[in-house]
């Protein structure tokens, strides 16, 4: 921190960009985030933008935009289209000096064409982007890059105590065996927050088991050893919940969540509490759902592990945005989430169903989701929708929703609801 803030003030008249580079989990987010504290006090217009390689999609890339401009000029400002946004930026924020933080960029993001306009970019304007993805930092022109580096054996024990005992440095009869979890931690940051949290007030003989399972991982399978927090979770519904937030939740406000999942016959207050102790969801700004991007990718993994293993029992299907169409049988007999992208019309469904009939999915096009948001079996119970993008102007009236929770409609063309009317007991966002 002390060598990026150096090179900060020596660079203070110019325009400044730092790249942290370092592979998941080693601290990039946390290096730019002490960074920021240390100096925003400098910069009166300033911006930092958390998880940017979780967001996806040409409307994703617009929310970012967005995002930038409503942190730096501090009123609402809504974006129409890609184009229209690079002229926006370039107009309003031009000549300012400013702070910007711009974490977790991967390669195709497109707030990187701010790196192509620093004509316009003011003096003393400081951009500092964390990525993965080293190739990313090829920027022409004044810019530093700083490499995060692994953490030695005595920081690695000290942070691992933090979490696993609530103080500095381990209790005198784990400390054999807290050593030997550091040493196969590897000094990364994450794997030590995510195991040390699991191990808080465990036994010795949860320590040896966990010990075990690590040992047996090679040293540089991050994935493998943050799954081990996921199979010590107490019970299957806390492993649910988890899943669930992964796949639907990261970036929605904690409170949105509980609801729908208790909703649904979770008891989400007990479980969200957990898997924040064990350090696998965070608390963000404005009491939003959080979590690291490798733990995420690890939960959407597993989901999608159990959907090939056992489709009948899957509580959610997962399908990645760019999948060009979804072909697949589901027999319900829990709940099931079900998340397709299909051009422009993204498609979020909770299902919450003891029924055992099966629901054939066809290739997808625009007809075929307008056609699957009529139908009336698909939604015979539905617990949560989210309709971003919706382009019809008003919903079928089969569109059943006796035992829906939440209806989410943002960015959608709708002109009335319903022609008919409709006794709900639900919220709706528009």
Not at 178 to 184: I, M
Not at 337 to 362: D, P, R, Y
Request: proline content about 2%; aromatic content about 10%; overall charge positive.
């Amino acid at each position: 921190m002390e060598k990026v803030i150096g090179t900060i003030k020596n660079n203070s008249t110019k325009v400044c960009i730092i790249g942290i580079c370092g592979e998941g989990g080693s601290g990039k987010t946390t290096l730019a985030r002490a960074i920021y504290h240390q100096i925003q006090l400098r910069f009166t217009e300033k911006s930092f933008i958390e998880d940017i390689g979780q967001v996806g999609g040409i409307k994703g890339d617009l929310r970012l935009r967005e995002q930038l401009l409503i942190d730096i000029l501090k009123t609402k400002v809504e974006i129409p289209s890609v184009d229209m946004g690079r002229s926006m930026i370039r107009e309003r924020l031009s000549g300012k000096r400013m702070l910007i933080v711009l974490d977790d960029v991967p390669y195709c993001s497109i707030l990187l064409d701010l790196w192509d306009r620093f004509k316009w970019l003011g003096g003393g304007t400081v951009v500092i982007i964390t990525t993965r993805d080293e190739s990313i930092l090829t920027i022409p022109q004044g810019y530093s890059v700083f490499r995060t580096k692994l953490m030695n054996a005595k920081e690695s024990l000290e942070l691992l105590s933090w979490h696993a005992f609530r103080e500095a440095k381990p209790k005198e009869e784990y400390y054999g065996l807290a050593k030997r979890v550091v040493h196969n931690c590897g000094g990364l940051p994450l794997a030590l927050e995510v195991i040390g949290s699991t191990l808080f007030e465990r036994t010795k003989y949860i320590w040896h088991s966990v010990l075990f399972k690590l040992e047996k991982i090679p040293r540089y399978n991050v994935i493998e050893k943050l799954k081990i927090s996921f199979d010590s979770l107490r019970n299957q519904m806390e492993r649910y919940i988890f899943l669930d937030v992964c796949c639907f939740f990261v970036g929605k406000g904690i409170a949105y969540a509980t609801k729908i999942l208790n909703g649904c016959g979770v008891e989400a207050n007990n479980g969200i509490r957990v898997l924040i102790e064990r350090s696998l969801i965070k608390v963000k700004k404005n009491n939003k759902c959080g979590m690291h991007p490798l733990l995420q990718e690890m939960g959407i993994t597993l989901s999608r592990e159990i959907s090939l293993k056992e489709p009948g029992e899957n509580r959610r299907l997962w399908f990645h945005k760019d999948e060009k169409y979804v072909s697949t049988y589901i027999t319900c007999d829990l709940k099931l989430l079900l998340k397709v992208f299909a051009f422009s019309c993204e498609i979020n469904l909770f299902f919450s169903s003891q029924g055992t009939k099966a629901m054939h999915w066809l290739p997808l096009n625009q007809d075929q989701v307008q056609l699957a948001v009529n139908s009336e079996y698909l939604f015979q119970k539905l617990r949560w929708i989210s309709l971003h993008g919706f382009s019809s102007e008003y919903l079928h009236n089969k569109f059943y929703v006796h035992d829906a929770i939440a209806i989410d409609l943002k960015h959608s063309l709708l002109r009335l609801v319903w022609k008919e009317p409709q006794v709900l007991f639900l919220a709706m966002l528009y």
